[in-house]
T-cell receptor
Framework: SQTIHQWPATLVQPVGSPLSLECTVE??????LYWYRQAAGRGLQLLFY??????ISSEVPQNLSASRPQDRQFILSSKKLLLSDSGFYLC????????????FGQGTRLTVV | GNSVTQMEGPVTLSEEAFLTINCTYT??????LFWYVQYPGEGLQLLLK?????DKGSNKGFEATYRKETTSFHLEKGSVQVSDSAVYFC?????????????FGKGTKLSVKP
């Protein structure tokens, strides 16, 4: 069966520090991968998605970047965190078929102080 | 463009009450529709889905019917429990291309009191 792992679960980082969140998927190949952010009391905002290794699409211009160095690995990064980067970050994967559902990791609670 | 609109929360109910959370969508073509649930501090879990008009998705006592004529996918449960307290998201798949992306509503927080 397929599983998705996301870490760390919680993170407290000072303003201006770098960020690296990692997500890996097991049990499937060539998945679509996504990073979402959920700010407190708000809905989900799609940040990045990837349909293959090295292929990254950005939905919202921001202080973050994403990379996909391997088929089932998706990394969210920042060189210098801002206070506004605080939130709950969710990684997800879906199959390549049309109209298919996505499966989510457990999320990372990031607090920038 | 594609979009999802769901009722604003929070929704507070007593245990065993009937639940309806409204969801309407705008989409080109024939998207699939989903309900996800998020328990506190956790990621999203797929609750149910429907892939074509008139399909009824169901799981854990929750139901939703894909209504193309009204572009709706309302979530219902006949008798809620305290353990159903969570945030519920309606979503549709982005039609076309290979992205397989989901478009989410803003979420509806449900609190069930004993």
């Amino acid at each position: 069966s397929q599983t998705i792992h996301q870490w760390p679960a919680t993170l407290v980082q000072p303003v201006g520090s770098p960020l690296s969140l990692e997500c890996t998927v097991e049990g499937t190949s060539n998945p679509n991968l996504y990073w979402y952010r959920q700010a407190a009391g708000r809905g989900l905002q799609l940040l990045f998605y990837s349909v293959g290794i090295g292929q990254i699409s950005s939905e919202v211009p921001q202080n973050l970047s994403a990379s996909r160095p391997q088929d089932r690995q998706f990394i969210l990064s920042s060189k210098k965190l801002l206070l506004s980067d605080s939130g709950f970050y969710l990684c997800a994967w879906s199959g390549q078929a049309r109209n298919t559902e996505a499966f989510f990791g457990q999320g990372t609670r990031l607090t920038v102080v | 463009g594609n979009s999802v609109t769901q009722m604003e929360g929070p929704v507070t109910l007593s245990e065993e009450a009937f639940l309806t959370i409204n969801c309407t969508y705008t989409a080109t073509g024939y998207p699939s529709l989903f309900w996800y649930v998020q328990y506190p501090g956790e990621g999203l879990q797929l609750l149910l889905k429907a892939t074509k008009a008139d399909d009824k998705g169901s799981n854990k006592g929750f139901e939703a019917t894909y209504r193309k004529e009204t572009t709706s996918f309302h979530l219902e449960k006949g008798s809620v429990q305290v353990s159903d307290s969570a945030v519920y998201f309606c979503a549709l798949s982005r039609f076309g291309g290979s992205q397989g992306n989901l478009i989410f509503g803003k979420g509806t927080k449900l609190s069930v009191k004993p």
